[in-house]
């Protein structure tokens, strides 16, 4: 099965490089110039330096060489993908998207697998999330991933196509838990990295993943999610991975926060706008979530890191 990559950032490219070893794989950037040196090099010096391209992999500008792919993943940041699937990407809308993007939709409050059954009715909707570094999957470490589609064939037909011998592939139709795992652990990993970022601790640290947990099962049992499906690679593995690793941006930007320090505003950081999507999307509403809106709260610079830590220590106290 042949598969192509669109989007040529760095997971993207890390996702091409894996494939590559085993097949055919067309890495597609809108960009010609970063196609081209891609071509010459055989790497991706700009958001993947020191990894060689594998020899399966055809980097090129042209979207029509995406046309031959049986698959195509959907490597983008997800407030992007709309856009994508509606313009460049649109000729593609009558095979499997897997979309490679944790977050959700701030103008729908939509998960990636919603939009692209949006805008791409025609398209096998399917999401690949997990714990995962672009760096470590292009070098060949094992990784575990949850593959997710809603047509229970279809994801076996994926996972055999999409797995290889160090990249393991765990499949599930919930869709909807995977969706909010990928995207909700990104919003616990900025609160993480600002307790860590002001000195509040590692015990601190464990507390809020702990109560962060438990807000992302409320979110995903008003969402109609299994819990099942959070306590796996999708929810507890990443959320274990991004709390943890200065290798999160997600993270580095709490990080920034904790610190007072400034971020480069350049850098996707997909937790920032899941937890105003969150914030602001109707079907959320009256659900209990502390961290989330304090996350919202910081980032759009609404309250100070000392005022939501107060705010938070001051809830009532309860039964766990």
Known sequence: MRVGVAGAGAFGTALAIA???KGAVTLWSRDE?????MRDSRQNAA???GADLSEGVTPSADVGELDDCEVVLLAMPMQQMRAALAGPLAQLADRPLVACCKGIELDTGLGPTGVIAEVAPGAT???LTGP???GEIARGLPTALTLACADAARVETLQRALSTDVLRLYRTTDTAGAELGGALKNVMAIACGAVIGAGLGNSARAALMTRGYAEML???AARGARP???AGLSGFGDLTLSCTSDMSRNYQL???IGRGAAFDPAVTVEGAATARAMVKAEAYRGLDLPITRAVADLVDGRETLPSVMARLLARSLKEE
Not at 33 to 37: C, D, K, L, N, Y
């Open 254 to 256: 709490g990080l920034a």
């Open 47 to 49: 958001r993947l330096p």
């Open 19 to 21: 494939l590559g070893r």
């Open 125 to 127: 909707a399917a999401l």
């Open 33 to 37: 110039g970063q196609a081209r040196a």
């Open 132 to 134: 995962s570094f672009a």
């Open 218 to 220: 409320r979110i995903a």
């Open 228 to 230: 099942e499906t959070l």
